[in-house]
Nanobody
Framework: QVQLVESGGGSVQAGGSLRLSCAAFGYTASSYCMAWFRQAPGKEREGAAVIDSGGSTGYADSVKGRFTISQDNAKNTLYLQMNSLKPEDTAMYYC?????????????????????????WGQGTQVTVSS
């Protein structure tokens, strides 16, 4: 059973940076697709970034050029580096994993990840960006 534990959230002013981490347990990096989602109050959970086991990445248009997803397979840890943060980035951020043959992501990495395609979730970490 995969367990995911996020950390690194906090409060920051607009223009600032944060790095989120997601420690994975009971997990083999080569078999999983990993993603970051976020959910703002009153809104649906939306995909922000995705990475497959080969290291290919994809991003939602709203974060492209500002956020970077990466993973350290030796540490079984997923990261999300967030730069040039905006107030509209304020949300609860979740990491998610999906077991897939060869670690290929559902739909590939060239489209925004979809909530229903991921079966394993962390508890979330809050990011608040003030103007």
């Amino acid at each position: 059973q995969v367990q995911l534990v996020e950390s690194g959230g906090g409060s920051v002013q607009a223009g600032g940076s944060l790095r989120l981490s997601c420690a994975a347990f009971g997990y083999t990096a080569s078999s999983y697709c990993m993603a970051w989602f976020r959910q703002a109050p009153g809104k649906e959970r939306e995909g922000a970034a995705v990475i497959d086991s080969g290291g290919s990445t994809g991003y939602a248009d709203s974060v492209k050029g500002r956020f970077t997803i990466s993973q350290d397979n030796a540490k079984n840890t997923l990261y999300l580096q967030m730069n040039s943060l905006k107030p509209e980035d304020t949300a609860m951020y979740y990491c998610a994993a999906e077991l897939r043959y060869g670690g290929v992501c559902p739909g590939g990495v060239h489209r925004t990840p979809r909530r229903e395609e991921y079966n394993y979730w962390g508890q979330g970490t809050q990011v608040t960006v003030s103007s």
